[in-house]
């Protein structure tokens, strides 16, 4: 992978990481505060959130895997992907990479069409990360073909390295989405209105 490519490919990478990171605190902050999401205020406001609803694809039983948001995944695996890109620009890790990448379009395109043809609506900030996610795989993929054509395979210390790479970023990113859901749930019981207290009439004792 040439220097130039790497470092697109790394750049889009952390864009498509943040879009998952912001869609992530934007149902978070929904969750906790019972208010619309930026993405449902703007669209009200052109006046078109019939068709663009991010909180109705957000709040759908697709939205999650295993009870973990797909928006979290999606950033992880995309954090996952810039560290690999980075930490060499050929060999192993970039085949893994490409492997990565190419799944990911899978997941890309099968989100895409339950958000459209099965709720019917239009998620921006989804829509943005399957754009990046498209993008990357133009980037990532090819040059993780070819390295794949030389022989390259993957050696028990690269195996090591990549999945620990992964499972310490799968594991923060789990931990911070637990953590934000919980918040979530301290926020709102803090909001409910404490109950009156109960009078008893005791004028008989």
Not at 136 to 141: P, S
Request: aromatic share 6%.
């Amino acid at each position: 992978m040439s220097p130039r490519r790497r470092t697109a490919a790394v750049a889009v990478a952390l864009l498509v990481m943040a879009a998952g990171l912001v869609l992530r605190l934007e149902t978070a902050r929904r969750e906790a505060t019972g208010a619309a999401s930026s993405c449902r205020i703007l669209a009200e406001r052109a006046g078109v959130s019939e068709a663009v609803d991010c909180d109705a694809v957000q709040d759908s039983a697709y939205a999650r895997l295993c009870g973990v948001p797909l928006s979290t995944l999606g950033a992880a695996a995309h954090a996952v992907l810039a560290l690999w890109i980075g930490l060499a620009a050929g060999g192993a890790l970039l085949v893994a990479a490409g492997a990565l990448a190419g799944l990911n379009v899978l997941a890309a395109a099968g989100t895409a069409y339950v958000a459209w043809f099965v709720l019917g609506k239009a998620c921006p900030y989804c829509i943005l990360m399957q754009a990046g996610i498209v993008s990357l795989a133009f980037l990532v993929v090819p040059p993780a073909w070819r390295e794949l054509g030389r022989g390259v395979g993957v050696g028990g210390g690269d195996a090591v390295r990549a999945g620990l790479v992964a499972a310490t970023v799968f594991a923060v990113f789990h931990a911070g989405d637990a953590y934000a859901a919980r918040r979530a749930d301290l926020v709102r019981a803090a909001g409910r209105p404490v109950g009156q207290a109960v009078r008893a009439d005791v004028t008989g004792c």
